[in-house]
């Protein structure tokens, strides 16, 4: 079945970078599936941070715009989120997740289906 594993998160000072990695498994032809990085802070919802299509192309939530990279390493299977310059709003449960075969870019979350367990980011200021 298909499974996505979040690592990297944990506690950076504001100003700070992480890169979180996503390894999927379970399925084949994983280049051609929509990928997608959320996030869900204390008592707020679950919100899109980015995704990137079987193109490249990318989309990006405007808090997060010129700061995260979403990037893939089809060989490895696995989706990484650099982020950069953090401060304490980007504190939250990230998960990754997949869309739908051949799915334009969005931060729908109902164009995913299949979501990881999450990874926790603290930002620290």
């Known amino acids: 079945q298909v499974q996505l594993v979040e690592s990297g998160g944990g506690s950076v000072q504001a100003g700070g970078s992480l890169r979180l990695s996503c390894a999927a498994s379970g399925y084949t032809s994983y280049g051609t599936y929509l990928m997608g990085w959320f996030r869900q802070a204390p008592g707020k919802e679950r919100e899109g941070v980015t995704a990137i299509d079987r193109t490249g192309r990318t989309i990006y939530a405007d808090s997060v715009q010129g700061r995260f990279t979403v990037s893939t390493d089809n060989a490895k299977n696995t989706l990484y989120l650099q982020m950069n310059s953090l401060n304490s709003e980007d504190t939250a449960v990230y998960y990754c997740?997949?869309?739908?075969?051949?799915?334009?870019?969005?931060?729908?979350?109902?164009?995913?289906?299949?979501w990881g367990q999450g990874t926790q980011v603290t930002v620290s200021s």
């Open positions: 997740a997949r869309g739908g075969y051949s799915r334009s870019r969005t931060l729908d979350p109902t164009a995913f289906n299949y």
